[in-house]
């Protein structure tokens, strides 16, 4: 079974305006009508992935949905995994800091780096080197929690 062009564009472009279970009911439909050999013409032919094709199969003779749990992929934030992590930068943050020396701001200078804050909570707060995120990571914790990692300057009077 041959498809024209015409037929092929129809299919790819009706597929590509679809998202989740409609796109892979409407591919499986596809494939059924096509009869046998379908599911390789349509692989071969549209570029569909013949895993969505079977899986919109099993979805239109079961009538079950397969949802997509999109927000669990990735990887987690530190702060999920070491739930105490921020208030324990802050506890050395805060033993290490200064507001701005000419009181034009709100600020926070912290007067160590991120890699002694990061050395600071292994042997302070008993974290492992393994535990711990990088110290690009704790630079940007330190950021969010509005800690400027800058050399405190001298007010001249």
Same mark, same amino acid.
């Given at each position: 079974?041959? *498809?024209?062009?015409?037929?092929?564009?129809?299919?790819?472009?009706? &597929?590509?305006?679809? =998202?989740?279970?409609?796109? /892979? @009911?409407?591919?499986?439909?596809?494939?059924?009508?096509?009869?046998?050999?379908?599911?390789?013409?349509?692989?071969?032919?549209?570029?569909?992935?013949?895993?969505?094709?079977?899986?919109?199969?099993?979805? *239109?003779?079961?009538?079950?949905?397969?949802?997509?749990?999109?927000? &669990?992929?990735?990887? =987690?934030?530190?702060?999920? /995994? @070491?739930?105490?992590?921020?208030?324990?930068?802050?506890?050395?943050?805060?033993?290490?800091?200064?507001?701005?020396?000419?009181?034009?701001?709100?600020?926070?200078?912290?007067?160590?780096?991120?890699?002694?804050?990061?050395?600071?909570?292994?042997?302070?707060?008993?974290?492992?080197?393994?535990?711990?995120?990088?110290?690009?990571?704790?630079?940007?914790?330190?950021?969010?929690?509005?800690?400027?990692?800058?050399?405190?300057?001298?007010?001249?009077?």
């Amino acid at each position: 079974m041959k *498809l024209t062009e015409a037929e092929k564009e129809m299919y790819i472009e009706t &597929a590509k305006q679809l =998202k989740g279970h409609q796109r /892979r @009911l409407y591919m499986a439909r596809v494939v059924k009508v096509l009869g046998r050999g379908g599911q390789s013409l349509t692989s071969r032919e549209l570029g569909w992935g013949r895993n969505t094709i079977r899986k919109g199969m099993r979805e *239109l003779e079961t009538g079950f949905i397969c949802y997509d749990n999109y927000a &669990a992929r990735g990887r =987690k934030r530190t702060e999920e /995994r @070491l739930p105490n992590l921020l208030d324990d930068m802050r506890a050395i943050a805060d033993q290490h800091s200064q507001t701005d020396p000419s009181f034009q701001s709100t600020r926070l200078y912290l007067r160590l780096s991120a890699a002694s804050v990061r050395e600071q909570l292994i042997k302070q707060k008993g974290y492992t080197d393994e535990e711990l995120p990088s110290e690009e990571v704790v630079r940007q914790r330190l950021n969010e929690l509005d800690y400027t990692l800058r050399r405190v300057k001298k007010v001249n009077r």
